[in-house]
């Protein structure tokens, strides 16, 4: 124990090794922090959500009070959904800085409103976040070398190697406690202020224990690339240079590089088209018959057929027909377009195997549940809502019953996974 | 051969000896020619396909059969973004905002299908660019090059020998200045040769290209001053690779996310939901055009009815719904333009944090001019949206006033069975609309918004330029 102990004073004595441990700890807090108000707004934004809209529905409830048309309670309220940040999300960004993560819909055709994004500023989402995953990912690598590079070439260069060499074992236990030191070191340094922010969070053990384990794993990936460059005997100099290359190559130059791979390997264009194809289905239904929309929708919702025939006036049950009828036409080019928003993501998986800066990021924005799968989970959410919303609607409008403005409270809450 | 030359190419020929900066360089090269290959096709490929889908929407917008105005109102139109020539330089946020925006009556859409949305967590690790490559990639492999120049010698006590024979101090740093900066040139080269490319499409103005060509050319000579000066005023080698890599790590890495960051909790912005109920709220206060007894259009009736000396809406000359259309919708662009301009104005207030913080960092200040003269930043994005918005008033005003003029208001009221086709008009007043025509920035505009950001980088180079002459005078003191 006193070796270990001896060890540690001989480790703190280092100004570098504090300077580095300190700078890494207020650079993990205050990415920490600025994850958790980040998150704290977003959950701000959410909260205010039933108050704007209590206002927004009582507007449409007075309109509605007059005519007890269902069609016009439907086609005019817009109902809110929201995907609430998973506990760990403030140390993972992920995609909700660029995803929205409240949307209004509406009983409408939804492939024409689920597209829709938030309002940021694209010029400051370019660099990305400075959150922990970042931290952990780009900067403690850096720091890793900067306590690692010099570990044997150092005591080289100060001509104590040959006599460190000659303790039992080749010294063995004495580069693996000043490894280990050096190790926990750093990994206190990430560990500690994150905790805090689990803790402010209330975020699972579970979820905080992988992110720990899996920080540790990181910064062991990076302490072997060092030990490794250190067989081979060259200066600290050139060991800190060729760590420094290395770190480029795998934190941007590879991802980036990938990411031009698996663009163009797997387009994805079926966005715009959707739109396009949709509108036109959902506009075409003017300038056909009336039945013939209404044969195509009552085929696939047969519960809504036989109840109340189309009367020679407009009415709404139409409209909302024809509008699901638009949706359900573009549904194969929904599938793909989804399918190879998966493809890409499955890709960069895979890729993630081989490159640890990109595995780290991955498993860190799935814990924290920020990643292009929560979006589309998100997505499956509103799908789902919305197609309760329709019912509910329709619940009136096809069997022609009068819509009183209390009847909004009886329309379905829109509940979040989390 | 002059003192001068003499340490330049020796040093130039250590390098070359250097095996692992030999490979360096050679990735470097590699990189940047991937970097403009990837960056020139996926220009092309983007641009293209931005002009199919956009003729693809015109043609479906001429082909509609007749209709009513209104139904074309919310039929709407589509329009893309197109990508400027210098895209395939710098693309900017071209990935982080949508390029497809659906314009119609009454709303104002997002723009949609943005890359950032539809791309693997890659995308936030950064773009394979050569504007990306010369901005970060490039600086540190001089340091990798650089950073021993004088320490080096100073470490081993040849520099003291050298000045001891007589070499001017001003010709040892000169020599090693040279050295690098020939490097320099050698690394910007590929870069340049993709700007060569750029430089013959269609749409590619010289001045932004030259202001470009000048700032990057600036900010990596910069960058070998600074490492010419670290490795002057420190003693160790190791110590000059540790300080330069940090000081590239802050600045590049590490500020360019804090300052976002900042930003952000600075000036927040409004969420659309917020800004959506919001523009309701003043719309209902405004003057409600489903309402009969709302004030504002129970006002605008008698206005219009008086305009034309008779009593009843039925015995106007022009079809009042239309003309209700055309008032209900100048009521809401109104408030469109008037949340547009104030969500603008919060996204500029954000940016001008940033553009404080580059004052600290020569990346960031790079990033901001480069994207500025190549008009793929948040203005020109902005300047995309503001247009279309225009457009977009322009479109429903036009459908609104054929309401208005084409369609009577006894047909327009009417329910019976053949009334739905005398509501209709001709099909052929749809390709009478005028596509829409976005006018980019000139290039005078696009130089001058890429002004700031050269300011900055200049000033950064003048003053290492002046920090490097007194480290050459004290060289070799201690």
Known sequence: ?418 | MSPLLLIASDELRLMVRNRVALIAFALLVLLTLAAVASAWSHQQHAADLRARHQSAAEHAFDAQPDRHPHRVVHYGHFIYRPLSPLAAFDPGIDAFTGSSLFLEGHRQNTANFGDVRQSSLLIRFGQLTPAFVLQTVAPLLLIFLGYGVLARETERGTLRLLLLQGVHRSHVVGGKLLALGAVTLLAGLPAMAGFALIAGQPGASALPMVVTALAYGAYLALWAVLIVFVSARVSHSRSALLGLVGFWVVTAVLLPRIAPDVANAVVPLESRLQTDIAIGRDLRRMGDSHNANDPHFTAFRQSVLDRYRVDRIEDLPVNFKGLQAIEGERLTSDLFDRYAAEADAAQGRQNQIVRTASLFSPPIALRSLSMAAAGTDLAAHQRFLSQAEAYRFDLVQRLNQLQAHGVSYADDSASDPGADRRKRIAADNWRQVPEFDYRPATASELALGALPGLLVILGWLGLSGLLLIMATRRLGDR
């Open chain 1, 1 to 418: 124990m006193s070796l270990w102990m001896h060890e540690a004073r001989l480790l703190m004595r280092s100004r570098i090794v504090l300077i580095a441990t300190l700078l890494l700890t207020v650079f993990t807090g205050a990415a920490v922090v600025t994850g958790l108000r980040e998150i704290s707004r977003q959950e701000g934004a959410i909260a205010a959500i039933p108050a704007a809209q209590a206002e927004d529905l009582a507007a449409v409830a007075a309109r509605v009070a007059e005519s007890q048309d269902a069609g016009t309670a439907a086609y005019y309220s817009f109902h809110p959904t929201w995907d609430a940040p998973a506990p760990l999300a403030f140390s993972a960004l992920g995609m909700r800085d660029v995803s929205p993560y409240m949307l209004r819909v509406r009983a409408l055709g939804l492939e024409a409103q689920i597209y829709d994004g938030e309002t940021f500023n694209p010029e400051l989402a370019l660099p990305g976040r400075f959150d922990f995953a970042f931290v952990l990912v780009f900067l403690a690598p850096l720091f890793v070398i900067a306590l690692f590079h010099d570990l044997t070439s150092g005591e080289r260069e100060a001509g104590r190697l040959h006599t460190l060499s000659s303790l039992p074992h080749g010294g063995r236990g004495l580069w693996f406690r000043r490894a280990t030191l050096r190790f926990a070191l750093i990994w206190l340094a990430l560990s500690g202020p994150f905790v805090i922010g689990a803790l402010a969070s209330g975020a699972p053990i579970v979820g905080a224990a992988a992110v720990m384990a899996l920080t540790a794993g990181y910064l062991l990936f990076w302490i072997v690339v060092c030990l490794l460059i250190s067989r081979l005997r060259w200066t600290s100099v050139a060991n800190a240079a060729a760590l420094a290359a290395i770190w480029l190559v795998l934190a941007l130059v590879l991802p980036t590089l990938a990411n031009v791979v698996i663009n163009r390997t797997v387009p994805v264009e079926q966005g715009s088209e959707i739109a396009l194809a949709q509108r036109e289905a959902v506009n075409r239904a003017w300038d056909i018959p009336r039945e013939e929309t209404m044969r195509r929708f009552y085929a696939n919702h047969p519960e809504w057929d036989g109840i109340a025939p189309l009367p020679s006036t407009f009415h709404y049950k139409w409209y909302f027909a024809f509008h699901q009828v638009g949706d359900e036409a573009v549904a194969d080019q929904v599938l793909a377009y989804r399918e190879g928003l998966e493809r890409r993501d499955a890709a960069a998986r895979t890729l993630a195997w081989m490159l640890p800066t990109v595995g780290v990021q991955g498993m860190l924005t799935r814990l924290a549940e920020t990643d292009l799968e929560a979006q589309l989970a998100y997505q499956d959410d509103i799908r789902g809502y919305h197609e309760r919303l329709r019912a509910f609607y329709y619940g009136y409008l096809f069997r022609d019953r009068p819509f009183s403005p209390h009847d909004f409270q009886r329309a379905p809450k829109f509940t979040s996974r989390g």
